[in-house]
């Protein structure tokens, strides 16, 4: 997309589908949009220790509940300097509140965003958060990826209750309200504060001051206040991070540690003792390859070679099983990161398909060769002769 064609495909009116809340699909939009290494994964502690664990960084958090409404604060119409910086868009389309909520880290952090989010951020640069929303509301290439989780079925379906509650003879389709049963708040931290960004606050909410190490301490009691609020009112909710994907980095370890251990194999296999000389360039050619010095085992690496070059196999072995072993473990969870993934696109390709014409084909078809006649008659039959049965056994 050219920086021009924003233009073009900011002009429409068509409708936003309802989609699922699903972190596959959230998943796949982020592919779709072309941004690098991010990935949605549903939060099961308020600790975020599964986050912590991984060394996984957190960009932000989706707060998803059964929409009630709330009263704006106080300071609502105040613009706060302090969010200058912070990209904010209004929610003024129906449906639009996933996708809104997902855009509202993402275009917030400092990720590779792709051509179509950074095309959209050039174009709504300056704009205030409603003529951002309007221009999002209108914008076909986002919004043909987020109408892609929605079955044919499903879009006429809303599109009908929508029209029922419409006035026919407006063109616009612009409300300030949301058609969704489920609302979808995100918190992020940016220069020096946590944020609630919810579309329907018109500006970004300054929750707490905090650093970029403390944010995920400071939104902790914001996120129970809201659960227990959802529990008192019998409500269902859902959290979700948008983090780094590990993927890669495992995948760097892994090649890191094979290459150190086939180079050091090599070394060891050879019929006649390779000496000090060339052992040092085999080290050097390695280290040069891989300069990263903050990969774990880094330590364990060197001492490994510095051992191999004092041609001491014996100090060698335990780090060359350390190795093998976290070679092993690797190769493990990227295989299993793999069919997850593998696993997660075949359900969205399945979500994504339109299986309406198919049905309506079959139908047809069906009706057209007696089919559906025949499947009825037999349907009575069974029914006739249950009910002569039944009458059998009160008769006898």
């Keep these: 997309m050219t920086v021009q064609e924003p233009i073009n495909n900011c002009v429409d009116n068509q409708k936003w589908a309802l989609i699922p809340s699903d972190p596959a699909i959230f998943n796949d939009m982020i592919y779709q949009y072309g941004v690098k290494d991010i990935e949605v994964e549903e939060v099961c502690s308020l600790d975020f220790e599964e986050f912590k664990n991984e060394g996984k960084v957190i960009h932000g958090l989706m707060f ?3 929409y009630v409404e709330e009263e704006l604060p106080s300071y609502f119409d105040h613009i706060d300097s302090d969010a200058d910086n912070v990209v904010f868009t209004a929610q003024v389309v129906t449906n639009v509140c996933a996708t809104l909520a997902l855009l509202a880290i993402l275009f917030n952090a400092d990720v590779e965003k792709g051509n179509i989010l950074n095309d959209f951020l050039n174009f709504t640069k300056g704009f205030s958060p409603i003529n951002r929303g309007l221009c999002l509301g209108t914008c076909k290439e986002i919004r043909d990826i987020h109408n892609a989780y929605a079955s044919n079925a499903n879009q006429l379906a809303e599109a009908a209750v929508i029209d029922s509650y419409t006035d ?4 616009t389709q612009y409300e300030y309200t949301d058609a969704e049963n489920y609302h979808y ?3 992020i931290y940016k220069n020096g504060f946590l944020w609630e960004l919810d579309g329907l606050k018109y500006y970004p909410v300054k929750l707490a001051e905090c650093t970029e190490e403390t944010w995920l301490t400071a939104v902790k009691p914001v996120l129970e206040n809201r659960m227990n609020s959802s529990l008192d009112n019998d409500l269902q909710f859902s959290l979700m991070a948008i983090t780094c994907s590990n993927y890669h980095f495992l995948k760097e370890h892994h090649d890191v540690y094979t290459s150190c251990l086939n180079s050091i194999n090599k070394i060891i296999n050879k019929e006649t003792p390779v000496k000090k000389n060339a052992i040092y360039y085999h080290k050097k050619r390695f280290f040069d390859k891989f300069p990263n010095k903050n990969i774990p085992h880094y330590d364990v690496m060197l001492k490994l070679w510095d051992n191999i070059q004092h041609n001491d196999f014996k100090a060698a072995a335990p780090q060359m099983h350390l190795l ?3 070679v092993n473990e690797l190769a493990g969870k990227l295989q299993q990161s793999h069919e997850e993934k593998e696993a997660a696109r075949a359900e969205v390709a399945r979500q994504k398909f339109d299986y309406f014409p198919f049905l309506v084909k079959l139908f047809k078809s069906s009706n057209k060769h007696g089919l559906l006649a025949k499947t009825e008659q037999k349907k ?3 029914r006739g ?7 059998q056994k009160i008769i006898s």
């Design 324 to 326: 093998q072993e976290r």
């Design 385 to 391: 002769a249950k009910r002569s049965t039944k009458k």
């Design 185 to 187: 708040i995100s918190y």
């Design 168 to 171: 026919t003879s407006s063109s």
């Design 64 to 66: 998803i509940s059964k």
């Design 380 to 382: 009575k039959a069974a």
